[in-house]
């Protein structure tokens, strides 16, 4: 067989055994899902820091992954929570759920922190309760605040940088608090005209300018930023996912970002990903 002829032929070599008995060998993954459109280049930037967790060699090392990016049918998260609309968007993002169960994900995450405010994911995790498949939806912000509380075991002050909806929520203000900490909000005029517009502006904003870096985000980043060094806050949360779009650049401050996207990338990776098992019909190298 040739398989034999070519084990046979580095038989004393121990450096290529090892090689061949790594190739045979595989990670196997639960399926992740991830519920995208909110917004949309979020989805698509979470999908690329999971890959960035993965030590692959070929295509094959990679976890199988779903992302479905709905956003004409889910309303908006924070306009929900501040009762602009009516419409809880929790029903789409439990159906996108439903149709990611449906092709198999197992781990799912949605790609956006105002959707776990409590308004919005209690009512999500009722709707899916009826699922003919479990599937594990992991808490973005319960697994930064997790984090950070690991990581940074001396921070006693924290900063949270968010959508009007997720700072009026208090999802990560009371679990920090809960911890501990010392949470640093800006007062409400500050929330909504520097970092909400920030955001939602819709000509300069994030939403608006997904893949670029204006005059306009720039400033309000600076604007923000000043004002977590002026409160001495140690760490600051980027509570946005799509904050990670445009926070790209080191802060020139004794601050360290957390990146809430970036911790909820990691904790599904580690939640889909198994011990490695022999393949099947591979030989067993281990008499070499």
């Known amino acids: 067989m040739p398989w034999e002829k070519s084990i046979y032929g580095y038989k004393e070599s121990t450096c290529v055994i090892i090689r ?3 190739n045979s060998m595989t990670s196997v993954y639960k399926i992740i899902g991830i519920i995208g459109g909110m917004g949309s280049h979020a989805g698509i930037d979470l999908y690329e820091k999971l890959l960035s967790h993965t030590n692959a060699e070929k295509d094959q090392d990679y976890p199988s992954v779903v992302l479905m990016s709905f956003p004409q049918i889910i309303t908006d998260r924070s306009l929900f929570l501040q009762g602009y609309v009516k419409t809880n968007p929790a029903y789409a993002i439990a159906e996108i759920v439903r149709k990611l169960a449906q092709a198999g994900a197992e781990v799912l995450g949605i790609a956006c922190n105002t959707a776990y405010s409590p308004g ?3 009512v999500i995790l009722k709707e899916i309760e009826v699922l003919d498949k479990p599937v594990k939806l992991l808490h973005m912000p319960y697994e930064t605040c997790d984090f950070l509380f690991q ?3 001396k921070t006693t002050r924290v900063g949270i940088i968010a959508t009007s909806g997720t700072y009026y929520s208090g999802i990560y203000q009371n679990r920090l608090e809960e911890m501990g900490l010392k949470v ?3 007062d409400e005029k500050f929330q909504e005209d520097i970092i909400h517009q920030m955001i939602y502006h819709p ?3 994030i939403k608006a300018n997904p893949t670029s870096l204006n005059r306009f985000i720039t400033e309000r980043i600076e604007a923000s930023m000043n004002f977590f060094s002026k409160q001495n806050a140690e760490v600051v949360i980027l509570a946005c996912t799509e904050l990670s779009l445009v926070f ?3 802060i020139k401050r ?3 970002l957390i990146d809430s996207a970036w911790v909820l990338s990691k904790a599904m990776h580690r939640e889909a990903l198994s011990q490695p098992k022999q393949a099947k019909n591979q030989p067993d190298l ?3």
């Open 20 to 22: 061949l008995i790594k």
């Open 120 to 122: 919005i994911h209690e």
């Open 151 to 153: 990581e940074f075991p």
């Open 184 to 186: 640093i909000l800006p």
């Open 203 to 205: 000509i300069y904003g």
């Open 248 to 250: 790209k650049k080191p």
């Open 254 to 256: 004794n601050i360290v």
């Open 286 to 288: 281990t008499s070499f």
